[in-house]
């Protein structure tokens, strides 16, 4: 449950651009969490790495049931292995499909599909498994692990060099194995004996005939997590380094790319004994494990903010350091981009971050096992007043509720627009902790709902109406 008394859990720093960055806790109770998603609506679903998905409700708090189960399944030899990735399929609210990267028994990788109980929408069928792919792992690191669909409906998976040090058998530079790379699958068009298909363009086989056709974009030494910008598409990649350099890879969807892996590190030459293959993509920025003084290892993305409640942070990409502790924060500047740090945060162990289905960025920890909010501390008080109301169900099919209770602003308005800005409905009479909003006026489709309170502060949040 959100701790509202205590407020903050704060990081804070200064940066050079004017910003203070700031975390409070959201929920607490998880175990050893790796991975963070939404389905299209108000609650987070929350991956372990010993094989199980919590939800997090709207509200912070668990339910007493995992939403799923495998742990019979997945390794628990710890480290880099066990259940890595989530991501719910683009039409899950309809077909219940979502899926899972996971290192099973054996120390390989396994990309699976599962579907939600017919019964219940907090429990998934345990018994539903669909094996897409099974991919053999020389070694128990880089392992990659990350799954998310991309706005043309395809599956991206992301796939380590597959360990030891320094890619010995140089497997990120070749295109008949999946080991460096980023995979692109069709779940919905299966075909030549498979539980997919092959995207009909795009993959990096069209340019490079021979290549494995699953393959997408290859030169990568472990991208334990990677996600889609989701105002402009962009894919960025944090790409775990080798002995100095931790990189963050930003691009448009396009085809034919090589991030550079083993021949760089980073920018700069790691091993090209083996020459890398064709034009290289060079990442948009770099940091050194003594980067602001505090000894790092591993980055960890990243999203970039694109939600309402906290605008000055808008554009901003955040990432974490799983060694120091800190979280690293990337800012556009003309054509170049600069990082800052916060101070460490200990006890963390940042693995993972999340986007909630109104843009807000989260982010936990393998060792506390506690889900943040990440917040601008500039916010007035007013200000995050506003961004305690919680709007529930979302999506909502006759009804959702404004919940106040955690708030002392005084809302004057709530006004209801749909997807292009056209005004819909306003609504003024509430009572002091809540409002319930009928929505059987409205058809299907996506809105915005606007808060308005006393002093004229304002707050957006989308809704989605079934």
């Not at 890619?167 to 995979?183: S, V, W």
Request: aromatic share 14%; proline share 3%.
């Amino acid at each position: 449950m959100k701790k509202i008394a205590s407020m903050f859990a704060y990081l804070f720093c200064v940066y050079s651009f004017g910003q203070e960055i700031g975390i409070e806790t959201f929920a607490t109770g998880l175990n050893k969490p790796v991975n963070i998603k939404n389905a299209g609506d108000d609650r987070l679903f929350v991956a372990e790495r010993d094989g199980t998905i919590e939800i997090v409700n709207a509200d912070g708090s668990l339910n007493n049931t995992h939403f799923l189960d495998i742990n019979t399944l997945v390794s628990n030899n710890g480290g880099e292995q066990g259940l890595l990735g989530l991501a719910f399929h683009p039409n899950y609210a309809t077909n219940g499909y979502f899926y899972v990267n996971y290192i099973d028994n054996s120390g390989n990788s396994v990309i699976s599909r599962f579907t939600r109980s017919s019964s219940d929408s907090n429990l998934a069928d345990p018994t539903s498994e669909l094996v897409l792919l099974n991919v053999t792992q020389p070694y128990a690191n880089h392992n990659g692990g990350d799954l998310a669909f991309g706005t043309d409906g395809y599956l991206y998976i992301s796939f380590g060099d597959g360990g030891s040090a320094g890619d010995p058998e140089n497997r990120a530079q070749n295109p008949n194995t999946f080991l460096g790379k980023l995979l692109r699958i069709d779940v919905d068009n299966p075909s030549n004996g498979n539980n997919y298909g092959i995207p009909t363009t795009g993959n990096y086989f069209e340019n490079h005939p021979g290549a494995a056709e699953e393959i997408w974009a290859i030169g990568l030494r472990n991208p334990w997590k990677f996600s889609f910008d989701s105002q402009t598409q962009d894919l960025w990649i944090a790409d775990v380094g080798q002995n100095i350099y931790e990189e963050i890879d930003m691009v448009t969807p396009t085809s034919d790319l090589n991030f550079g892996w083993r021949c760089y590190e980073g920018n700069t030459t790691y091993d090209t004994s083996v020459p890398c293959n064709g034009d290289l993509t060079y990442p948009i920025a770099t940091y050194t494990h003594t980067s602001s003084g505090n000894y790092k290892c591993s980055i960890t993305g990243g999203y970039r903010y694109r939600g309402t409640a906290q605008p000055s942070l808008n554009g901003l990409y955040f990432f974490a350091d799983f060694c120091s502790n800190e979280i690293g924060v990337l800012k556009q500047n003309g054509s170049n981009w600069d990082i800052t740090f916060t101070q460490q945060y200990t006890g963390n162990g940042w693995t993972t971050f999340g986007e909630d289905i109104n843009g807000e960025v989260y982010i936990a920890g393998l060792d506390s096992g506690t889900l943040y909010r990440i917040i601008d501390t500039n916010l007035s008080v007013d200000d995050y007043d506003l961004s305690q109301i919680k709007m529930y169900p979302n999506p909502a099919k006759d009804q959702f509720t404004l919940d106040f209770g955690h708030t002392s602003a005084t809302i004057a308005s709530v006004d209801i627009f749909n997807f292009q800005g056209q005004f819909i409905k306003t609504i003024t009479t509430f009572d002091e902790l809540s409002a319930t909003i009928s929505t059987k006026f409205m058809s299907s489709g996506v809105y915005w709902v606007e808060i308005t309170t006393t002093n004229g502060k304002k707050r957006m949040n989308k809704l989605v109406k079934n």
